[in-house]
């Protein structure tokens, strides 16, 4: 079993930066690939940024050069750094683990994210 614990959340204004970490409890193949997704109000969970061990990194189109995701392969954590948040940003952002992108096994409990103007 692998557990996944988010942290980094918070209010924050229109412009601001953010960084979220994400750590696993424990290192296997199970944490081969390391993921961030969101889910904001209303709306369906949607892919946000993924990292593998090995340093390939894959970005949602839509957030492509706003938000950098970084591993910390000693620990198995990862981070995403969000930039210039807009009010759309605003979600709950859940990190996922798995062996390969097809399937995210692990989810975290997830955390708040909200941009207010």
């Known amino acids: 079993q692998v557990q996944l614990v988010e942290s980094g959340g918070g209010l924050v204004q229109v412009g601001a930066s953010l960084r979220l970490s994400c750590t696993a409890s424990?290192?296997?193949?199970?944490?081969?690939?390391m993921a961030w997704f969101r889910q904001a109000p209303g709306k369906e969970r949607e892919f946000v940024a993924r990292?593998?061990?090995?340093?390939?990194?894959v970005y949602a189109d839509s957030l492509k050069g706003r938000f950098i995701i970084s591993r910390d392969n000693t620990k198995d954590r990862i981070f995403l750094q969000m930039n210039s948040l807009t009010i759309e940003d605003t979600a709950v952002y859940y990190c996922?683990?798995?062996?390969?992108?097809?399937?995210?096994?692990?989810w975290g409990q997830g955390t708040q994210v909200t941009v207010s103007s």
């Open positions: 424990t290192r296997t193949s199970n944490t081969n690939v």
């Open positions: 996922a683990a798995g062996p390969t992108t097809d399937a995210f096994n692990y």
């Open positions: 990292a593998w061990r090995a340093g390939r990194t």
